[in-house]
């Protein structure tokens, strides 16, 4: 099992957090987290063709670059750091790993293609009610006609469901939980925007009345536990990232901010609690990249996967109220660029399945 | 004392069926409210008072509610004004400016804050110059929540430069009404916008408005934190009447509804503990045994931080306090608020991903995660406030000073 | 409501203080936790007779003082303080409540003023397994025989259950739980030392085999709660005193210590853990006071009960690892004081319910 | 190289089998390895080694495994006073010192933290004054494993009061068998006593044994500390021959039972997380879902702190490491300890009350909830860890010094 990056992954993230550096700026994360899309498509155009990250943990016959959980990790921890509006969360890692561990060969053949180019956006709609999917909260009707499925229910909490044009939508026949893939455009299918606490992050309901759908793989064999745990493992990468960004921040100010005739970083009170986040993050890191070693190397990753998303989350809000904290008045401003991390940690903490709910899903996957 | 309060209760009684007349003016009102002494019968009778103790007003106050007569204005920082002049002020400033604190047809604000000084107030540096007959003032002020509406500010502003941090100070008051003063509102990370940032440039100071002496800022900014501190500002009005008829009480209703605005997050920012047993019926939260533990954690930290606040209020009665402990509610306050907001985001689940009309209780629930982190920053950081425990109630060492000499020498933003 | 102590209260804590400090240095305590009995029957017998305190809580009548629970509250805060070794907890609180609470008039006549004027040593054994009393875990068993009853089962984490004269039981028959006087000395009782965490508090094991008792009260009617709440009330003043002892301690030695040419009390990191700790500790003595004086006012005082001892607890706990630490390695010594404070508060921690234990017990008294 | 290997391993092993049995004593075996350089082979083969690559050293540990034949001595921080000396000793004390060191004939201790400089190493105040032909050293030094055997000490001592601490500190071999020297047990709060108190009182230490320079003793010691930091001293050794027959093997297994006493709590200190899955089916707190809540934060915790010791471990191969990340650790290791201490009691419920035989698993659980407290102090406490990362890791400004003068005139305990 490998402990370290290779020098070609550092070689990437650096790149992936150069072109970032440019790109996505807090001032063009202002700019389109008040737009209703989101994103810029020129950027994600350039993400997707010049970088090829859409596709990067997705096998090569399929216009992947055949990376894996690992190197998907590095470009979610700079996308998490950067703050990045993309649907990259949503296509390229949710829909894009059900496409892959639930569907068909010709079906993954037929659909990735899109997704691993960016070309299609495509999202994953699970959750109705609860952030954490089990099989069984799963109500969505679908029922077999004709060559494919009808669909009725709603789901919730569905990321760039404005934006998709592919929906993968977990929905329940007599046989059990199945994904099915609709044309976001389909008759039957209406989506509203909703207000989203993180406003980088769109979040759409979806409604679907009598939906045209495909099934996607086996009936009743939606495996929809290891697409949890590989989105969970990208996830946590995107929030450490975010850790990261609101430590790093924290610490330049304490070192630039004075008051009282001395930096406030030279504040041993200031000092020891920037050295126990900085504790908290790596420790959170540290799970974070072993989930995705396991997850690469073809292991069992369910404990480590629900470890990680709940260290990770933690970290992640712990940092964003010390941050805001370090920075005081204007910490709490508008302003002030930290509360766009806060409000993405915030809503990460319970996307999902919360801290508690990963906590008890690692001792169960570890049969205690 | 006992018989005096009486006379008092029927005199004032006996006024206000004179006097008190709903369909009044709110300004008109006042002023013959003020003109009586009635306003605020503790002040001295030479500056609209009547030499009354503290337990004349309650009786005062008593037969106002009891009458449904409106009394003096006390919005915004108007009080900490008056409390401020009537220690340090001179006679002419007194006569200037306390009939309007009281008729409410003057609003204040209170400039001491600085974007580069927040936890360190005496650290301003605004800057103001004395060219021929008036004084000049330059810099920027901030974490004021009335400039928008006010007419005065109480300014601190440093003076000299060759003197120590806390005595380089001087205090104005500075007409906010001038093309030299720029007021703007500041958004705050919960969409709410209660603070305003104030621009001085070129903003000129009459020197009669100089309060207390030159270089002596400091000492009086000291009389107005006291009174801050001690709540006297922070006694919001709420309107109980229940939609009275007359155009006093719609001048009354309008004048207290502007005063609140900037503050109707501030029950959320508190953490909202009074809501989480019946959310957590709501969502069913209350079955799960982990989630019940943080609420009975939250709901004892709440007991406990209420009771030590009866104490103390008790203690501070008898004498007993050291002034230090509103820093412990202080700190006791952030950790409510801290551990209610997990509590918020515990029962609420995914639906804490919303915000807006979409999140529960019609956004109440969203506003609480997102305007909690302000209570450990506002009205002095925790830090601050651990600052003082530890130096006034626990007698630890001061930290080393690094501000000591004159000011032009010492490091700052 | 009071909130706060009243002159003659305040004069009663100083003398009681006063006399503690003479009587119960820490070179007292570490001879007597190395004996058997565990206290000294001469400092035992000037603390019934010239302060009176064993009666403080019981009614005149019965040879108490007839004052409440505040008064009691003062009387254990300083002994926690003082850490004073006496069958105080056992005797005077433990069997004190449960004889006032739950024997029948002519009980109370003969049994508390052998307990008031600490002539007579009780204690009250409930406990079997759990430390939270619950009735359905007594499962001690009561049979009538003549005009007593026979009592056959074990009892554990009995304090001070070596020492005692008189056994108060807790066993049930068909009706339900009941209370049982017990003659220490009587043929079937067999008591064990067993080995405490806290060695300046004894435990016993006792065996009941076939031994005789009398009911006190109505049979199946122990008013287990009852009795649970004002212990735990008092407790709970036992354990803010030792927190507060533990605060001075870490805060005396913070001033004292010099390290880098400095006191480390000037260094800002620990200046702030002591102020957290102030106010943990303040907060815990807001909630224990008040629920003595609910107590007090005949109120129902479950909720406030079960806070104190839940708050009381963990800010005990708390101070004895900061004041360890502040210590450093000093503080680990078998020389230095502090862990005589950091067993008492471990040992607290869980008698009579831990922490979780009481945060439930508090909501189910809350109808929550 | 790798041929170079085999040629190593073929030579060890021919020597091994025609000298290694178990027959002889121990120090004469050693003896024995030490004159063939088989004793520390990546020493400088003028002082019994060989000037061998680590890798040289692992295979030769390969053979002396694969024969079941014992190693040079190791116990203590024997290890430590060997690389101090090879770095900054003269020839005649590498010459002295070394071979006993090997042969483990000699034992040493670590004479460096004082009663009133314990964070801060620096600060010692025994004193060593030159009188005549000799060092005469008077103090007292605390926090030591092995003073009660060792043979000699590694002291730290001041020698000159008007320079800055730093600067006023010598380095010394001391003869721990002299009338000077008394050594006492110090009792901790769990009852063990793994370290001892020295007092020096007169002692003596002759010329010819003082390491570095006179007030070289800082720069000394810190090679000592490197090297405790890097763990070198810590590879406390385990028995694993089941119990092998054999006069040699029962020497060994003595040295070892010896040696490791004072650590047998050690496991107890870091919080036995091992144990806590296995307790809470026991006692059925498995069940219980607010416990499984710390139970799953314990584990998650000391996974993550794991994951991090192995990446660190991989990034400082690569020479990709501060030297701080061990400092991460420690405060890692410190919240695993106290968590897992807070899990034990909760696991444990009312039986936490017990100690020795009738606490669960005869004393363990017991010995752990007195023993966690030590893991933030020994070795540097929490405090000191997250001063060095604050300032090492995130560069933050370190704390004002008021210990930069003549060290007579630095306030002290």
């Known amino acids: ?368 | 004392m006992d018989a005096n309060l009486e006379e008092i209760r029927a005199e004032i009684r006996a006024w206000l069926a004179e006097n008190w007349r709903p369909e009044r003016s709110l300004v008109e009102w006042r002023n013959l409210l003020v003109d009586a002494g009635w306003a605020a019968p503790d002040w001295p009778a030479d500056y609209y008072g009547r030499d009354l103790p503290p337990s004349a007003v309650a009786v005062v106050n008593e037969e106002l509610a009891a009458a449904g007569a409106i009394g003096a204005a006390k919005a915004g920082v108007r009080n900490l004004a008056a409390a401020t002049l009537l220690e340090h002020g001179t006679d002419a400033q007194k006569r200037r400016y306390l009939r309007g604190v009281l008729t409410g047809e003057e609003a204040w604000c209170q400039l001491f804050s600085e974007p580069g000084s927040g936890s360190d107030l005496a650290g301003a540096t605004t800057r103001a110059v004395r060219q021929g007959n008036q004084w000049v003032i330059n810099g920027q002020k901030v974490w004021n929540t009335s400039a928008h509406h006010a007419d005065f500010g109480l300014l601190l502003a440093r003076t000299d430069w060759d003197q120590p941090k806390h005595k380089g100070l001087t205090y104005f008051v500075i007409d906010m009404r001038q093309p030299g003063v720029e007021v703007r509102q500041l958004r705050q990370m919960n969409g709410h916008a209660s603070f305003n940032e104030v621009f001085m440039t070129d903003a000129v100071v009459h020197p009669e408005d100089m309060v207390g002496k030159e270089g002596g800022g400091w000492q009086v900014a000291m009389t107005t934190l006291a009174h801050e501190r001690s709540g006297f500002a922070r006694s919001r009005e709420s309107v109980e009447d229940g939609g009275r008829p007359g155009r006093i009480y719609d001048e009354y209703r309008e004048e207290v509804a502007v005063a609140n605005e900037p503050y109707v997050w501030y029950p959320q920012r508190a953490g909202r503990v009074d809501l989480v047993i019946e959310r957590a019926k709501q969502t069913g939260a209350i079955d799960d045994s982990v989630i019940r533990q943080d609420i009975a954690r939250l709901l004892a930290l709440h007991q406990s931080a209420q009771w030590y606040a009866r104490r103390t209020a008790e203690a501070r009665k008898a004498g007993r306090t050291t002034g230090a402990e509103g820093s412990v509610s202080k700190l006791a306050a952030s950790h409510v608020a801290r551990l209610a907001s997990d509590v918020h985001t515990a029962i609420t689940g995914i639906e804490a991903m919303l915000t807006g009309p979409e999140s529960p209780l019609d956004g109440v629930i969203a506003e609480i995660l997102v305007s909690v982190p302000a209570v450990s920053i506002a009205g002095g950081t925790d830090e601050i406030q651990r600052n003082i425990v530890s130096e006034r109630l626990l007698d630890m060492p001061k930290e080393p000073r690094f501000d000591t000499g004159p000011f032009r020498d010492v490091k700052r933003n």
Chains 1, 3 share one sequence.
């Not at chain 1, 909260?137 to 404005?162: I, M, P």
């Not at chain 1, 009170?269 to 540290?286: G, P, T």
């Not at chain 1, 292991?299 to 964003?320: I, L, P």
Request: proline share 4%.
């Open chain 1, 1 to 368: 099992m490998d402990f370290s990056f290779s020098h070609e992954q550092e070689q990437f993230r650096d790149s992936l957090a150069r072109f970032l550096r440019d790109k996505s700026p807090t001032s063009a994360v202002r700019k389109l987290m008040a737009t209703d899309r989101g994103y810029d498509p020129a950027v994600w155009r350039q993400l997707c063709d010049d970088l090829g990250v859409a596709g990067l943990h997705l096998p090569e016959d399929v216009g992947g670059s055949g990376y894996g959980p690992v190197e998907l990790g590095i470009a979610l921890e700079e996308q998490g750091r950067a703050l990045l509006c993309a649907p990259y969360l949503a296509s390229a890692v949710m829909a894009g790993y059900a496409v892959l561990l639930g569907g068909t060969e010709a079906q993954r053949a037929e659909l990735l293609p899109g997704i691993a180019g960016g070309t299609t956006i495509a999202t994953l709609a699970v959750t109705e009610s609860e952030g954490l999917w089990r099989a069984g909260d799963v109500r969505l009707a679908a029922t077999a006609s004709g060559d494919g499925f009808r669909l009725n229910g709603r789901k919730r909490f569905v990321v760039d469901g404005q934006n998709a044009d592919l929906l993968v939508v977990a929905g329940r026949t007599g046989k059990g939980v199945s994904l099915f893939a609709v044309d976001a455009a389909a008759e039957g299918v209406s989506r509203r925007a909703v207000p989203p606490m993180d406003p980088t992050r769109k979040l759409a309901e979806i409604v679907f009345d009598d939906a045209p759908s495909r099934l996607l793989g086996a009936e009743g064999e939606a495996p929809l536990e290891a697409i949890l745990d590989a989105v969970l493992v990208a996830f946590a990468h995107e929030m450490i990232g975010g850790a990261q960004a609101l430590l790093d921040s924290a610490v330049a100010y304490a070192k630039l901010r004075v008051q009282f005739g001395r930096p406030i970083g030279s504040f041993q009170a200031i000092k020891h609690r920037c050295a126990d986040l900085l504790v908290q993050v790596e420790l959170a890191k540290a799970a974070v990249y072993q989930a995705a070693q396991l997850l690469a190397d073809g292991e069992d990753a369910t404990v480590a996967a629900s470890q990680a998303k709940a260290v990770a989350a933690e970290a992640y809000m712990h940092a964003a109220r010390e941050c805001i904290q370090f920075h005081g008045g204007i910490g709490f401003t508008w302003e002030n660029d930290t509360h766009l991390w806060f409000k993405r940690a915030k809503s990460s903490e319970v996307f999902l399945g919360a801290p508690r709910e990963h906590r008890e899903r690692m001792l169960q996957a570890m049969g205690v």
